[in-house]
Nanobody, 123 residues
Framework: QVQLVESGGGLVQAGGSLRLSCAAS????????MGWFRQAPGKEREFVAR????????YYTDFVKGRFTISRDNTKNTLYLQMNSLKPEDTAVYYC????????????????WGQGTQVTVSS
């Protein structure tokens, strides 16, 4: 089992940047594929990005390509999401998630979730 704790959210102006972190407990972090999701008020949770257990493979949803970068440091048991050129429509609670098996774009493929961190982008 792994426990996940997100941090790094906050209020930023449009065009600004934030880096989210997701700290994982346990010694098996490197065996999990990881993902970032987000949920805006009144909307369903949506996929943002994912990364393989080694960090060698990443995938992004279209609306963040070129602006967001997912990465991980297995020596620190930490997942990151660098967010640049933020837009008001990026406002949401951001969640990190861990998948024991093959990861993907569906939340059902992930086994463990953090509590979320709020990102608010003002116009």
């Amino acid at each position: 089992q792994v426990q996940l704790v997100e941090s790094g959210g906050g209020l930023v102006q449009a065009g600004g940047s934030l880096r989210l972190s997701c700290a994982a407990s346990g010694r098996t972090f490197s065996s999990y594929a990881m993902g970032w999701f987000r949920q805006a008020p009144g909307k369903e949770r949506e996929f943002v990005a994912r990364i393989s257990w080694s960090g060698g493979s990443t995938y992004y949803t279209d609306f963040v390509k070129g602006r967001f970068t997912i990465s991980r440091d297995n020596t620190k048991n930490t997942l990151y999401l660098q967010m640049n050129s933020l837009k008001p429509e990026d406002t949401a609670v951001y969640y990190c998630a861990a998948a024991r098996g093959v990861s993907g774009s569906y939340s059902s493929m992930y086994n463990y979730w953090g509590q979320g961190t709020q990102v608010t982008v003002s116009s």
